[in-house]
């Protein structure tokens, strides 16, 4: 049985045979024959293959030159190469591992299952084809044949180049869709990682920047955030002369201006540290989905629901938080066990609280940009079930749950309101 024959092509080159480095080939040009017929995986006439190593040769020199390494090839992988007096082929039924190959099976298993970004990242094999990104970015451990070089063979060197960028723009979606995912799920530190992994590789990707501001800003990292926006407009200002783009400087602004996105205050247990937030990727995801979704004129009601303490008011904070850093206005209404009859009652918290900040902030306040809206609606402010207004009933639409002895008749009974 033949050894297994181990390309690791990724961020260098490195060949073994069973255990061992693969050593003896007479050239450099014996090296990236090899590879060549590994990753074509095709049949190729003799006459082509001298041509792209030795294009700058007569062709009888060329040809004398390929059999020696073709020689050299045969007794080194006996099993591995078909060698006609015509062609030469990587022989796929020998035992063989290819790093490319791997790569691109897990990248192209993502692309056939989510397109684009966002909802679709939300489907019920995603945390499958999620796995095959990740593993597919651990496998990019750098670009094609990273250092590899021999001279005079420029056909050879075109199909590297050609190569090594179709391998990275396939790398950088990769990350791309996991900072995605990621993001979306309120998974920051994961976010972070692959957003960082695809600075490095694509320093130049301004969205890229601003995603990784927007995720140390989350993550408390305030400062580092900061920083970040300088490094892109370093970047762009002395390697391509230009500004950042309004984008760009609109979230500079939002995080220099905003002490913390961080802080969950109301969640913090009685003792310890708020721990990160786990698990609950999904439902995450999901809510931040129905977001965008009233970005486009569709609005949602979202409820949450479930067993004492499992984690309602944790999920809706963190989701508040991803929207509030993205610019969203939130407002948070509260109604307690103990508010009896009082109607309305977190929406009016939620209104005196958006007015309160309008009267407080400058002019570009997100309060001060709501509150003419608001204005109309004050009396709801003042309220209590007798006095309420008929445009409350403009403003929010309220579900009845049981009769409100309370109630003037006439009028639509209402206990409660849940938050999204
Ligand atoms: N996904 C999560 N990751 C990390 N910690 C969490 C998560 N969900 C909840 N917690 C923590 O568990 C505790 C209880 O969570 P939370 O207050 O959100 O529960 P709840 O369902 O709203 O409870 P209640 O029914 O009493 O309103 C909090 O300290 C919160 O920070
Ligand atoms: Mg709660």
Redesign the pocket.
Known sequence: MAEVLRLKLLGGLHITLGEAELKGFVSRRAQALLVYLAVTGRAHFRDALAGLLWGELPQRRAAGNLRVVLSNLRHLLPNHLTITRQSVEFNRDAPYWLDVEEFEKRVRSEELGVRGEGAQLVTPNSQLLTRNLHEAVELYQGDFLEGFYISKAPAFEEWMLLEQERLRQMALQALHNLVQYHTLRGEYAAGIKYATRLLALDPWREEAHRELMLLLALTGQRSAALAQYEKCRHLLETELGLEPLEETKALYERIRSTPSYHS?AS???AFGP???????GEEHAVLVDWWKATQQGEGRLALVE??????????V?EVARYVRARGAIVLEGHCYEFGGNLPYQPIAEALRGCLSRGREGSPSHPGSSASPYFRTSTPLLRCGWRSYPSCCQSCVKCIPTSPNPSAPPGRPPVRGFSRP
């Not at 708020?274 to 609950?280: D, K, Q, S, T």
């Open positions: 969950v969640l913090r247990p708020v721990l990160p937030f786990v698990g609950r479930g067993e004492a303490g499992v984690g309602k008011t944790r999920l904070e």
